[in-house]
């Protein structure tokens, strides 16, 4: 693991090296800013001055040397328009952007192509890199564990890109980014140790680190810089507890061993106790079959004693229900001829009483026909002849009257 933060650099170079140091560097240093020499010069102006000299000289003489200074002129406008050309073209690699200024003041970018800057004061102050994501590893020496325990060494490492050239080079510029870039490293590090405590400072390697890529995003942003990865790679533990961890380490193997061998002891012991509960398996099911089989007898031989009580018991209901039956149906003949005798009874008073009353009409008719009449007699007081000859009369009438019953017999009739 290097002992040095990566550095970040910007170079002055000419156009013909901006290639190499955008993708290699300069002195093991990060170089994602280029600024280029300006090439253009004004020696292109010494050769117009010349053209228009010879010009002035052919239009003011004669003859032949007329004819060769207008040659010379138009060769040295020529020479001169050519150098112009060739000097106020620029090229911007692919991947790159550049950054263009007029009179020092930064107006836009330059995209990935062949530009032309035909003005003077027209420059390219930078090329940066806009496409690379650059890496940056940044090693940070004795940081503090949650115990205080300071560890050795923590290497971070992470990608960035440099996502708006303008702001990164007018805000803070590269060599400015690197100090800014370490700091900010530095102090997420820190804090992220702060939480860790030092027997598990080992889990740092690889763990996920997307919070503290968050923070150097929104620390970094505002400069035109995106985080694009970042890990640990690695951490270096103290010496002194690398040899405790070495010793727990050494204890974690024997224990591991003596596991193991616990663990063979056990399968072992579980297999003969695996073979204890099927030997002891099979004694049960053949008991339990034996168990089944005499409860099967038993249950035949209760079925078969059910059976036969339940028979005698029939047979007892039945000769109870005959027994009650035979009863019954003498207490029922004896009751019909009970309510014969009494509707026989009934019919033989109802007999007698009409014989007796029967009789009873024919005694009161005889002693009806029997008994004697009174006779009344009207006789009228104020004649007292009429009443001696009805007293005569009736006295004739009266024996005669006593032996017919109250009927007059006629005379010489016996009564």
């Given at each position: 693991m290097?002992?040095?933060f990566?550095k970040?650099?910007?170079?002055?170079?000419?156009w013909s090296?901006?290639?190499q140091l955008?993708?290699?560097?300069?002195?093991?240093q990060?170089v994602p800013?280029?600024i280029?020499?300006d090439?253009?010069?004004?020696g292109?102006?010494t050769?117009?001055?010349i053209a228009?000299?010879?010009?002035?000289?052919a239009?003011l003489?004669?003859g032949?040397f007329?004819?060769?200074?207008?040659?010379?002129a138009?060769?040295?406008?020529?020479t001169a328009?050519?150098?112009?050309?060739?000097?106020?073209i620029i090229?911007i690699?692919?991947?790159t952007t550049?950054?263009?200024?007029?009179?020092?003041?930064?107006?836009g970018?330059l995209?990935?192509?062949?530009?032309?800057l035909?003005?003077?004061w027209d420059?390219?102050?930078a090329?940066v890199d806009?496409?690379t994501?650059?890496?940056?590893?940044a090693p940070?020496i004795?940081c503090p564990?949650?115990?205080?325990?300071p560890?050795k060494?923590?290497?971070?490492?992470l990608?960035?890109?440099?996502?708006?050239?303008?702001?990164?080079?007018?805000?803070?510029?590269a060599?400015n980014f690197?100090l800014v870039?370490?700091s900010a490293?530095?102090?997420?590090?820190?804090?992220?140790?702060?939480r860790?405590h030092?027997?598990?400072a080992?889990d740092l390697?690889g763990?996920?680190?997307?919070?503290m890529?968050?923070?150097?995003?929104?620390?970094?942003?505002?400069?035109?810089?995106?985080i694009?990865?970042?890990?640990i790679?690695?951490?270096?533990?103290?010496?002194?507890y690398q040899?405790?961890l070495?010793?727990r380490e050494?204890v974690?193997?024997e224990?591991s061993?003596?596991?193991r061998?616990?663990e063979?002891?056990?399968?072992?012991?579980?297999?003969t106790?695996l073979?204890?509960?099927?030997r002891?398996?099979k004694?049960?099911?053949?008991?339990?079959?034996?168990?089944r089989?005499?409860?099967?007898?038993?249950?035949?031989?209760v079925a078969?004693?059910?059976e036969e009580?339940?028979?005698?018991?029939?047979?007892?209901?039945?000769?109870i229900?005959?027994?009650?039956?035979?009863?019954?149906?003498?207490a029922?003949n004896?009751?019909k001829g009970?309510?014969?005798l009494a509707?026989?009874?009934?019919?033989?008073?109802a007999?007698?009483q009409?014989e007796l009353?029967?009789r009873r009409?024919?005694?009161?008719?005889?002693?009806?026909?029997?008994a004697?009449r009174?006779v009344?007699?009207?006789t009228?007081g104020?004649?007292?002849e009429?009443s001696?000859?009805s007293?005569?009369l009736?006295?004739?009438i009266l024996?005669?009257?006593?032996?017919?019953?109250g009927r007059?017999?006629?005379p010489?009739e016996p009564?």
């Amino acid at each position: 693991m290097s002992g040095d933060f990566s550095k970040i650099k910007e170079s002055l170079a000419s156009w013909s090296e901006i290639r190499q140091l955008l993708r290699g560097g300069e002195s093991g240093q990060l170089v994602p800013v280029v600024i280029p020499k300006d090439r253009r010069g004004f020696g292109w102006l010494t050769l117009l001055f010349i053209a228009f000299y010879l010009a002035g000289t052919a239009l003011l003489s004669d003859g032949v040397f007329s004819t060769l200074a207008a040659i010379g002129a138009v060769l040295f406008l020529l020479t001169a328009l050519v150098w112009l050309w060739r000097r106020a073209i620029i090229e911007i690699e692919e991947g790159t952007t550049g950054v263009s200024s007029r009179w020092g003041a930064i107006v836009g970018t330059l995209a990935p192509g062949r530009h032309y800057l035909w003005l003077p004061w027209d420059r390219v102050d930078a090329v940066v890199d806009t496409s690379t994501e650059i890496p940056y590893s940044a090693p940070i020496i004795a940081c503090p564990t949650a115990e205080n325990v300071p560890l050795k060494s923590i290497e971070f490492f992470l990608k960035f890109r440099i996502v708006d050239p303008v702001a990164f080079v007018r805000t803070i510029g590269a060599g400015n980014f690197d100090l800014v870039l370490s700091s900010a490293v530095q102090d997420a590090i820190r804090q992220r140790s702060r939480r860790v405590h030092t027997e598990r400072a080992y889990d740092l390697r690889g763990s996920d680190v997307g919070d503290m890529q968050e923070l150097l995003t929104r620390q970094l942003g505002r400069y035109g810089v995106r985080i694009t990865g970042a890990n640990i790679p690695d951490v270096q533990l103290p010496d002194q507890y690398q040899q405790h961890l070495a010793t727990r380490e050494k204890v974690a193997k024997e224990l591991s061993a003596f596991e193991r061998e616990w663990e063979l002891t056990r399968k072992r012991r579980i297999d003969t106790l695996l073979m204890e509960i099927e030997r002891s398996k099979k004694t049960r099911d053949a008991r339990i079959v034996e168990v089944r089989a005499a409860a099967n007898t038993a249950r035949k031989d209760v079925a078969r004693m059910l059976e036969e009580h339940e028979t005698e018991a029939q047979r007892v209901r039945w000769e109870i229900e005959a027994k009650g039956r035979a009863e019954l149906t003498s207490a029922e003949n004896e009751a019909k001829g009970l309510r014969r005798l009494a509707d026989a009874y009934r019919d033989n008073r109802a007999v007698l009483q009409y014989e007796l009353a029967r009789r009873r009409l024919d005694v009161g008719a005889r002693l009806a026909e029997n008994a004697p009449r009174p006779v009344v007699v009207r006789t009228d007081g104020m004649s007292g002849e009429s009443s001696a000859l009805s007293t005569l009369l009736l006295a004739q009438i009266l024996p005669r009257l006593g032996q017919g019953n109250g009927r007059l017999q006629p005379p010489g009739e016996p009564g």
